[in-house]
């Protein structure tokens, strides 16, 4: 739970499994495997999704595309819009006009 709440209330940080680990004195493969054991995915996928999510409210809230990527810690709008894409099928630019 402590690896989740850490997360989630730093989606807007660069945000890696070798920050994460440092964070809680344990090695990256203690991390991936909390998340395998206990989410059935990876570090990496949770992240992504849990940043997907906080996009989508936001862009609901009105926010820019540039500002969403920046709040949600993606490290471009590029980065950001193929996630997202790929993800949910449409450009978060799509997704605002629903």
Excluded: W
């Amino acid at each position: 739970n402590s690896l989740i709440e850490y997360i989630e209330s730093n989606l807007d940080e660069k945000l890696t499994l070798d920050r994460v680990a440092a964070h809680f004195y344990v090695s990256r493969g203690t991390v991936n495997r909390a998340f395998r054991d206990t989410l059935d995915t990876s570090f990496h996928a949770f992240l992504t999704q849990r940043r997907l999510i906080l996009s989508k409210l936001l862009i609901a809230e009105g926010e820019s595309m540039e500002r969403v990527a920046e709040r949600c810690g993606f490290s471009d709008y590029s980065v950001f819009y193929k996630a997202f894409k790929k993800e949910y099928g449409l450009s978060p630019r799509e997704f605002s006009k629903l």
